[in-house]
């Protein structure tokens, strides 16, 4: 079991609870996970039809007096307008908004890492939340560091692993006469955010335009990362049976 739950903001709280949880974020310990998500909630989450920050947490310990301590810091450095804290399985809590993407739902995704959250990353981030008034797309902030981050860089494949926060923006609309705006909604909030921007990408995290293409690969991974991963490829991979993927090319 994991000590689980979710701090929910109104936009009136946006600043002041990013400002505080940029603070708590700095000691924050190894054992916490914080997932910040802006998203104007679907029906079934029954959260209302305004757009909302929700900061997702869960605790990998079985200490939980001190993982209540802890979201009781959090809780105290941006105190919420809403909270819900449960113990929970790991996959229930990893999956809970699983229902967001149903099979066949329309996407698009981009990323970028980044190291600050003062007040010009904090404006824009409230901006590009606060226009989303619409439901289908959404976008994550994700608190890296910890013992992830004192991995050296060139360890694992993973790059930028230094980075002290990573952001997803990504859709999950119906329509296609929606493809255009929620498109450009993930493209302009991308390009809002590349000048405080560290310069990495997650593959994961990538839209399908940039599959397949070497020099993506290239951007993502540097020089030598990508060269132990070619090496790989070729070694157990040969005839890119693996392919329908952000793939590394034999």
Known sequence: MVYSGTLVYGRSRW???LRGFEAWSRD???EVTVVITFITPPA????????LMLLGFAWSDQDF???AQVVGELRAAAPPDAESTELTGWTAWQSAVDGLFPKGVRAYWK???????DDDVISTIIRHGAEQTWQGTAFDIHLM?????RIA???????GRSSRFWLNIYGFWDAAGDDAARTAFVRGFAKDMAPF???REYVNFMGLEDAGRRTSALDVYGTAKLARLVALKQRFDPEDLFRLNHNVEP
């Open 15 to 17: 600043a002041s609870a």
């Open 28 to 30: 924050a310990a190894d």
């Open 44 to 51: 079934w989450m029954e959260m209302g039809e305004e757009p």
């Open 65 to 67: 007096d001190r993982a």
């Open 111 to 117: 990323n970028t890492s980044f190291d600050r959250l």
């Open 145 to 149: 560091g910890g013992a992830y981050g």
């Open 153 to 159: 860089e060139d360890e694992t494949a993973f790059p």
């Open 197 to 199: 921007s560290t310069g």
